[in-house]
């Protein structure tokens, strides 16, 4: 069993930064990938980032490309997402998500997800 446990959302006006956090434990983190997605009201869960077991190769949404970094760190079993020149669209609960294989855009690839963690943009 994998629990996932996000962290770091909060409010912030357009333009600006925010890191989320999601703590992983139950088994070998660094054997395996990691995404991030992100769900807005009345809409569908999309896909914003994932990053490689190594950290080496990092994928990204076109809609955050350029604004959003994807990193890890696998000794603190901790995967990273910093959200630069935040706009009103990004506000969304952003869960994060370990990848079992296959394309890394669809959550269907994915077991394990946390809880989410609420981001708000404020125009």
């Not at 959302?9 to 434990?25: D, P, T």
């Not at 079993?77 to 952003?94: G, H, I």
Request: hydrophobic content about 30%; aromatic content about 14%; charged content about 15%.
């Amino acid at each position: 069993q994998v629990q996932l446990v996000e962290s770091g959302g909060g409010l912030v006006q357009a333009g600006g930064s925010l890191r989320v956090s999601c703590v992983v434990s139950g088994r070998t983190f660094s054997s395996y990938s990691m995404g991030w997605f992100r769900q807005a009201p009345g809409k569908e869960r999309e896909f914003v980032a994932a990053i490689s077991w190594s950290g080496a190769t990092t994928y990204y949404a076109d809609s955050v490309q350029g604004r959003f970094i994807i990193s890890r760190d696998n000794a603190k079993e901790t995967v990273y997402l910093q959200m630069n020149s935040l706009k009103p669209e990004d506000t969304a609960s952003y869960y994060c998500a370990k990848h079992r294989g296959g394309p890394y855009a669809s959550s269907t690839n994915y077991e394990y997800w946390g809880q989410g963690t609420q981001v708000t943009v404020s125009s």
